[in-house]
């Protein structure tokens, strides 16, 4: 691994190293291109990855405090916890259940296929679908996704078969074990997949695509990397005449450091990105960096989210398995007769008994909630993955009320769910419910309350007008030429599709754009 | 006596210990050295323990589930509270606020007791506590015929994974070929 001076300022600085940062970074350092890639989290390996839920849960997530507020049920349920977002290297993508469809072309163009929607924000994507779908394309194959580019899918498990018989019996046509970038064969220097169940602690076979054992060590054979670990960006500096020119960061042992760069990616996650801009305010940016818009933090997204979980006469033993190999594609359609327009996702969830009572069940307490808990072993489960509608004033902002260990404010995340994602949820877990039934469930419990959110999209929106958004096509700032941001924050609208494997086709495509505006110098 | 002797003693005065005895056959007694029980607590009292107990297993009453699982919530919330003197405050006007009589009151009395105090801060957070600790209790696991970790026995490939018979197989091409077949 490479070292570079503090001083060199012909480094490009990455800050964040999950499936943006991550990607970004062996994208770049294979091009020659130096990178001094900033995480603040730690560096796990596939034997420390803990088995025990509650410590593998400290070594992988951002633990600080946040705030919320707004209608949306985190803000009355967890509203110190808006989002689960990951601190180690590798980022979400540690911890991530590695669900990978695709979005769709109406998706990207929603305000033409939704038309006009009262109290949203509704924009086209600034790229031809086409342009999104070569590098979508280039994606799967570098994840390994399931059923495409002739990878087969993953086998079918117990809690699968529940899924696929109600599916079945309802109608549904496109229902199977998903597209994941879990490998289903031995590929790509990694195992396949034991079917162990603890992807949401870290992939111990390395089966499931993470940055952590993929891009960022292949980053590091270039020899243009440079991976500071616990090294946490504080603020973005720029010169006088506008470009960005330097990151400050406390490292491991908390002193303060100043690495000089030629163009700063920013990649923390939306929550953290957003900050980190809002943070680094000055006399020239005073609404913070790429903000003279006034839209960085706004239009924030998350999908819409709901659990069903039936309890059946028989076992299931649904923590037997993959924990999200399964999917149903039928109701990823914008069809407004249905109530509501866009479209959601089916996917299959496995979890562990402190993850139903939390997560998968509404709120209770007392005998009958105990009664579920008692048939854990007789419970299947799914969930809902939709699109939401983005609005201007559901918003990052700087919280007034929770701090870091650095006494800087974190993230307060606002959200009013819009009529059209209520419309949404009781549609999905209503037809969640009816395949459980059909599947034979003598009970069906709808979870209403989404846990805090993991995909956090919309706040640096992707704009042809500079004075609608945040970031042009490439993710490049409107306001700043070396300045990019480099996560699902730059998502003009969320589509359906969970969100990963977009980030990184966008990843693939700002690289080969940042070397050209490099050899061009008009960066 | 210095103010922080008198803390001390203040401090000791208010620690406690909650005992209890294993069920025959328990999964525990192959771990502890006879029947019963000791936990020693460093912030709350024997009376908060006590309560804080009554007050998981009227959360999450599993009949079958003996008190030493509960008392692992207990454990927890007094290694927090022991860390932090909000915490431990906060426990104690919660437990107060329920009364001495709890712990030792029928169950229709607690979960009118709990009713009550529901929209608190106490209550929403010892109920998010007891959920995380008691379900990651080995005990727990036991009565829920969890299986926990598998890797360390090379997963859930070769362990059932796919042993539902009550439904029909899925076809191959929605499915996948089992690794190593």
Request: glycine share 10%; aromatic share 8%; net charge neutral.
């Given at each position: 691994?490479?070292?570079?001076?503090?001083?060199?300022?012909?480094?490009?600085?990455?800050?964040?190293?999950?499936?943006?940062?991550?990607?970004?970074?062996?994208?770049?350092?294979?091009?020659?291109?130096?990178?001094?890639?900033?995480?603040?989290?730690?560096?796990?390996?596939?034997?420390?990855?803990?088995?025990?839920?509650?410590?593998?849960?400290?070594?992988?997530?951002?633990?600080?405090?946040?705030?919320?507020?707004?209608?949306?049920?985190?803000?009355?349920?967890?509203?110190?916890?808006?989002?689960?977002?990951?601190?180690?290297?590798?980022?979400?993508?540690?911890?991530?259940?590695?669900?990978?469809?695709?979005?769709?072309?109406?998706?990207?163009?929603?305000?033409?296929?939704?038309?006009?929607?009262?109290?949203?924000?509704?924009?086209?994507?600034?790229?031809?679908?086409?342009?999104?779908?070569?590098?979508?394309?280039?994606?799967?194959?570098?994840?390994?996704?399931?059923?495409?580019?002739?990878?087969?899918?993953?086998?079918?498990?117990?809690?699968?078969?529940?899924?696929?018989?109600?599916?079945?019996?309802?109608?549904?046509?496109?229902?199977?074990?998903?597209?994941?970038?879990?490998?289903?064969?031995?590929?790509?220097?990694?195992?396949?997949?034991?079917?162990?169940?603890?992807?949401?602690?870290?992939?111990?076979?390395?089966?499931?695509?993470?940055?952590?054992?993929?891009?960022?060590?292949?980053?590091?054979?270039?020899?243009?990397?440079?991976?500071?670990?616990?090294?946490?960006?504080?603020?973005?500096?720029?010169?006088?005449?506008?470009?960005?020119?330097?990151?400050?960061?406390?490292?491991?042992?908390?002193?303060?450091?100043?690495?000089?760069?030629?163009?700063?990616?920013?990649?923390?996650?939306?929550?953290?990105?957003?900050?980190?801009?809002?943070?680094?305010?000055?006399?020239?940016?005073?609404?913070?960096?790429?903000?003279?818009?006034?839209?960085?933090?706004?239009?924030?997204?998350?999908?819409?989210?709901?659990?069903?979980?039936?309890?059946?006469?028989?076992?299931?033993?649904?923590?037997?398995?993959?924990?999200?190999?399964?999917?149903?594609?039928?109701?990823?359609?914008?069809?407004?007769?249905?109530?509501?327009?866009?479209?959601?996702?089916?996917?299959?969830?496995?979890?562990?008994?402190?993850?139903?009572?939390?997560?998968?069940?509404?709120?209770?307490?007392?005998?009958?909630?105990?009664?579920?808990?008692?048939?854990?072993?007789?419970?299947?489960?799914?969930?809902?993955?939709?699109?939401?509608?983005?609005?201007?004033?559901?918003?990052?902002?700087?919280?007034?009320?929770?701090?870091?260990?650095?006494?800087?404010?974190?993230?307060?995340?606002?959200?009013?769910?819009?009529?059209?994602?209520?419309?949404?949820?009781?549609?999905?877990?209503?037809?969640?419910?009816?395949?459980?039934?059909?599947?034979?469930?003598?009970?069906?419990?709808?979870?209403?309350?989404?846990?805090?959110?993991?995909?956090?999209?919309?706040?640096?929106?992707?704009?042809?007008?500079?004075?609608?958004?945040?970031?042009?096509?490439?993710?490049?700032?409107?306001?700043?030429?070396?300045?990019?941001?480099?996560?699902?924050?730059?998502?003009?609208?969320?589509?359906?599709?969970?969100?990963?494997?977009?980030?990184?086709?966008?990843?693939?495509?700002?690289?080969?754009?940042?070397?050209?505006?490099?050899?061009?110098?008009?960066? | 006596?210095?103010?922080?002797?008198?803390?001390?003693?203040?401090?000791?005065?208010?620690?406690?210990?909650?005992?209890?005895?294993?069920?025959?056959?328990?999964?525990?007694?192959?771990?502890?050295?006879?029947?019963?029980?000791?936990?020693?607590?460093?912030?709350?009292?024997?009376?908060?323990?006590?309560?804080?107990?009554?007050?998981?297993?009227?959360?999450?009453?599993?009949?079958?589930?003996?008190?030493?699982?509960?008392?692992?919530?207990?454990q927890s919330a007094d290694a927090d509270a022991a860390r932090d003197p909000a915490l431990r405050q906060s426990l104690a006007q919660g437990v107060d606020s329920l009364g001495a009589g709890f712990a030792t009151a029928d169950e229709a009395t607690r979960v009118t007791a709990?009713?009550?105090?529901?929209?608190?801060?106490?209550?929403?957070?010892?109920?998010?506590?007891?959920?995380?600790?008691?379900?990651?209790?080995?005990?727990?696991?036991?009565?829920?015929?969890?299986?926990?970790?598998?890797?360390?026995?090379?997963?859930?490939?070769?362990?059932?994974?796919?042993?539902?018979?009550?439904?029909?197989?899925?076809?191959?091409?929605?499915?996948?070929?089992?690794?190593?077949?």
């Amino acid at each position: 691994m490479a070292s570079f001076a503090l001083d060199d300022d012909g480094v490009v600085v990455i800050i964040g190293s999950g499936a943006g940062g991550g990607t970004l970074a062996h994208e770049l350092t294979r091009r020659g291109i130096k990178v001094v890639l900033l995480e603040a989290g730690k560096r796990q390996t596939l034997a420390s990855f803990s088995q025990d839920p509650g410590v593998a849960y400290g070594q992988l997530t951002w633990l600080d405090a946040r705030s919320s507020s707004g209608n949306w049920a985190v803000a009355q349920t967890t509203p110190s916890a808006p989002a689960w977002i990951a601190k180690s290297v590798g980022g979400t993508t540690t911890h991530w259940g590695a669900v990978t469809p695709r979005i769709a072309d109406w998706e990207i163009r929603a305000r033409s296929a939704y038309g006009e929607i009262a109290g949203t924000s509704l924009a086209d994507w600034p790229m031809p679908f086409e342009e999104l779908s070569k590098y979508t394309a280039l994606a799967e194959a570098r994840l390994f996704v399931t059923r495409r580019n002739g990878i087969p899918g993953l086998p079918a498990s117990n809690n699968f078969k529940v899924m696929y018989a109600g599916a079945k019996k309802l109608g549904y046509r496109q229902a199977h074990t998903g597209y994941l970038a879990i490998n289903s064969r031995a590929q790509d220097g990694r195992a396949a997949c034991i079917q162990q169940g603890f992807c949401v602690q870290g992939c111990k076979v390395a089966a499931k695509w993470s940055t952590l054992y993929t891009e960022i060590p292949r980053a590091e054979a270039t020899g243009n990397l440079d991976l500071r670990i616990e090294s946490m960006a504080t603020r973005i500096e720029h010169n006088a005449n506008g470009r960005v020119n330097a990151v400050v960061y406390r490292d491991a042992a908390g002193r303060e450091q100043r690495q000089k760069a030629r163009a700063v990616c920013v990649a923390g996650n939306a929550l953290e990105t957003t900050r980190l801009l809002l943070l680094s305010q000055s006399a020239k940016f005073p609404r913070g960096l790429g903000n003279s818009s006034d839209q960085l933090g706004r239009h924030y997204c998350h999908h819409v989210l709901g659990f069903a979980t039936g309890v059946f006469e028989q076992p299931v033993r649904m923590w037997r398995g993959t924990s999200q190999a399964g999917l149903i594609e039928d109701e990823a359609r914008n069809d407004p007769k249905r109530g509501f327009v866009g479209g959601y996702w089916l996917e299959m969830v496995n979890m562990d008994p402190t993850g139903v009572a939390l997560a998968a069940l509404p709120y209770g307490w007392g005998r009958d909630f105990a009664d579920v808990m008692d048939n854990y072993s007789n419970l299947a489960a799914l969930m809902m993955v939709g699109e939401d509608l983005p609005r201007a004033e559901n918003r990052i902002t700087l919280s007034a009320t929770t701090r870091d260990s650095h006494g800087l404010p974190t993230a307060h995340v606002h959200v009013d769910e819009h009529a059209n994602d209520i419309a949404m949820r009781r549609h999905g877990l209503n037809q969640a419910k009816l395949v459980l039934e059909a599947a034979g469930a003598r009970r069906v419990l709808l979870s209403e309350g989404s846990p805090s959110s993991t995909h956090n999209m919309g706040t640096a929106r992707m704009s042809r007008d500079p004075a609608l958004g945040v970031t042009n096509p490439y993710g490049q700032t409107h306001d700043i030429p070396n300045l990019f941001v480099s996560d699902g924050g730059v998502f003009t609208t969320p589509a359906a599709a969970n969100p990963t494997l977009t980030i990184v086709a966008l990843a693939l495509r700002q690289a080969e754009y940042i070397e050209r505006q490099l050899g061009s110098r008009a960066i | 006596m210095s103010s922080r002797e008198a803390d001390r003693r203040e401090f000791l005065k208010r620690t406690g210990v909650l005992t209890g005895v294993l069920a025959l056959g328990s999964p525990l007694a192959l771990l502890v050295p006879g029947r019963s029980w000791a936990l020693d607590l460093k912030a709350l009292t024997t009376t908060q323990g006590q309560v804080l107990l009554a007050f998981a297993r009227t959360l999450l009453p599993h009949d079958k589930l003996e008190d030493a699982a509960y008392a692992a919530v207990v454990q927890s919330a007094d290694a927090d509270a022991a860390r932090d003197p909000a915490l431990r405050q906060s426990l104690a006007q919660g437990v107060d606020s329920l009364g001495a009589g709890f712990a030792t009151a029928d169950e229709a009395t607690r979960v009118t007791a709990l009713r009550r105090i529901e929209s608190t801060a106490f209550f929403q957070q010892f109920r998010v506590r007891a959920m995380q600790v008691l379900y990651a209790t080995p005990l727990a696991h036991v009565l829920l015929g969890y299986e926990g970790e598998a890797f360390s026995k090379g997963g859930y490939l070769t362990r059932g994974f796919n042993d539902l018979r009550w439904l029909p197989d899925v076809p191959a091409a929605d499915s996948g070929p089992i690794p190593g077949s």
